[in-house]
């Protein structure tokens, strides 16, 4: 293929997911922007967890680690990173959550009942009882804030009547390559584009065996002159199962291929920030990395 002119495509945007082409790249850029968006670009995560009561079954170090993974819907972009050595944090590098929880019997369940969403109140406790506790006059500085975990429903302990858990928590700035509770990412892969290439027609029973060696959608069949004739409809939905080459009549016929310059990637955001926003986020922190080097080869005195 002849080196063509860098260009992005987007091909599917979701309010969690994006689905996007980057045409005209190395190996080595692609790789880099796929691991800096796994570990370098920042989120807010809980790093310390001060339990001042904990009668669950949940030790306490289980509890700390359980809450340590629950995003944060907090914009990293808005705090400093914590200073090495600070025990106390600030309003400009901390964010306070509170998490305190009591379980108790219902005094109107039913006798026969053994249902215990019935006869007990509060026995789950979810990342929903997690409650922004200000620090110092962020109540100012972010009026319209709402930090809080970014699913309601994950469930962090079960209680029983008289268990109860009470601890404090301080969200830090942190990148994925320290702890992957703070990689912005479910996930964020690439894979290089199909390129399908049918050698000779394939016609009738042939092109009907052909269509379901692939994913649905690769191979169409198209009625020509009263004969069924295969056609490669979509190559990019292909899954590469190589299924075609079990097939005798059919595994010369077909060339398999991928395009070398065009990354398909896909970014499923854990919903901290919107992947179109980490996309951007990556591109400036791959960007502040080139700087810095050609910095450094501009110090370096030349012999």
């Given at each position: 293929r002849l080196p063509q002119a860098f260009r992005v495509d987007v091909i599917r945007e979701e309010e969690d997911a994006l689905e996007f082409d980057m045409v005209g790249i190395d190996a080595a850029i692609a790789n880099a922007f796929r691991r800096i968006l796994l570990a370098e670009v920042p989120t807010m995560a809980v790093e310390k967890v001060f339990v001042y009561n904990n009668t669950s079954i949940v030790q306490d170090e289980i509890l700390a680690h359980r809450l340590g993974l629950i995003p944060i819907r907090a914009d990293p972009r808005l705090f400093e990173y914590r200073n090495q050595g600070?025990?106390?944090?600030?309003?400009?590098?901390?964010?306070?959550?509170?998490l305190k929880i009591k379980c108790r019997r219902n005094p109107q369940a039913a006798k026969e009942s053994s249902d215990p969403d019935e006869l007990y109140f509060n026995h789950k406790v979810y990342s929903k009882h997690m409650m922004w506790v200000p620090l110092g006059n962020q109540t100012d500085l972010f009026p319209d804030a709402d930090f809080r975990p970014v699913h309601d429903d994950i469930l962090i302990a079960l209680l029983r009547p008289g268990q109860e858990i009470d601890v404090l928590m301080h969200c830090v700035k942190g990148i994925g390559k320290d702890h992957a509770k703070f990689s912005p990412v479910a996930t964020a892969s690439y894979r290089l584009l199909p390129d399908i290439t049918l050698l000779q027609p394939v016609e009738d029973e042939a092109a009907e065996t052909l269509q379901k060696c692939f994913s649905p959608g690769v191979i169409?069949?198209?009625?020509?002159?009263?004969?069924?004739?295969a056609r490669v409809a979509n190559a990019r939905l292909d899954t590469f199962s190589r299924e075609v080459f079990r097939h005798e009549g059919l595994k010369n016929l077909v060339r398999l291929a991928r395009?070398?310059?065009?990354?398909?990637?896909?970014?499923?955001?854990?919903?901290?920030?919107?992947?179109d926003v980490l996309v951007s986020e990556a591109i400036k922190i791959l960007m502040g990395k080139c700087q810095r080097f050609l910095n450094e080869l501009d110090s370096v005195p030349m012999e």
């Open positions: 600070d025990q106390e944090g600030t309003e400009i590098d901390t964010l306070q959550f509170q169409e069949i198209q009625n020509i002159n009263g004969k069924k004739v395009v070398r310059n065009h990354y398909i990637f896909s970014v499923e955001s854990t919903g901290i920030l919107p992947p």
